[in-house]
C-alpha cells in the first residue's frame, strides 16, 4: 500500500514582531506585513512578471480585493465604472497606484480591534492621505513626489496611535468624546504615557519597507524638518493635508499656525493663495 506523501507546509508568518525605542519606554507589537506583500514586492522588482502573474497574487485576497474595487469607485480616480479584474484596475490607474494601493488596504486590515475607534480612525488617516496625494500631483514640479508615496505616508503617519491604543489601554480615552471621537493633542497624550506615537509609526513604516524618506517624513510629521530632501517636502504635503482636512471637517487646526510659514514654500503655495488651492484639493478629493 502507498503511503501518504507529507506535504511540507510553508513556515506560519508572525501576526507581530516587537520593537523598542528610548522614546517608548517600552516594547511594542507591530504587525507584520502580509505575505502577499513580500511576494508583490519581488514581482514588482522582476524585469520578467508578468501582468497576469501580479494580478494573481492580488487576487489570491477576496477581501483586499474587493477594498480594492471600492477604493478605486471613488471619484478622486476619474472611473466612469470601478474596474471588475485586478487586471483592469492595473490598466485602468497603472500598477504604481494599485501596489501602493494594495499596502495602504493592507496596513489598515493589520491594525484593527473592536472597538468603534477603528473605523473611525481610517476614516480620517483616508481622507488625509487623498489630500496628501492630491496635493503632491497638484504641486508636482514643485514637490517631485510620487503621489502614492505621499498616501502612503498619510496612511502611516498616525498608525502609531492605534498600536498604541493596543498597549495602553488608556491612550484611547482622549479620544473619545459625548459626540463620538475626537482628535486631540497627541503629543500631550505622548507626555502623559511616556511614548511616542511618531516613533512607533516610523518603525511600522521601516519595518512594512516603506521607501526610507518615507519613513523619515512619518518620524518627524509634527516638525519641520530643515533639510534639503524629499523628506521635508513629504512632511509639508502632511502638515498640509492635515490642515486641509480640519478645515473641511470644521475641526481644532491650531497646529497649522506651527507649520503654515514653513510648510506653504516648501510646497509652493503662497499664503496668498492658500485659500484658493485648498479649494481646489478638496473638490478633487470629493
Known sequence: MALNKQVEKPAAVAAH???????????VR??????????????????NASMDAISQVIQTDAGLTASLFRMLAKPIYGLRRPPETVAQ?????GLETVAELVKG????KAIYGDSKFYPWFWDRANDIAAYAAAIAW???TACNLFPEHAKLAALFMDCGVPILIQHIEKYEYAFISAKGHVWPNVLSEDKRFNTDHAVVGFM??????????VSQAVRWHHDAINVNDKSATLVAILQTAQHIHNMQAMKD???WL??????LPEIGVSKEGLREFEEEIAEHCR
Do not use: C, N
Request: charged share 30%; net charge negative.
Open 17 to 27: 514582531k516587537e520593537f523598542s525605542d528610548p522614546a517608548l519606554k517600552m516594547a
Open 30 to 47: 507591530i504587525p507584520s506585513p502580509p505575505p502577499l506583500l513580500d511576494e508583490l514586492t519581488r514581482l514588482l522588482d522582476s524585469p
Open 89 to 93: 484596475a492595473i490598466s485602468l490607474v
Open 105 to 108: 488596504i493592507s496596513l489598515e
Open 138 to 140: 497638484k504641486q508636482r
Open 204 to 213: 511600522a513604516a521601516r519595518y512594512w519597507k516603506m521607501p526610507d524618506y
Open 253 to 255: 487646526d491650531s497646529d
Open 258 to 263: 506651527l507649520h503654515e510659514s514653513s510648510a
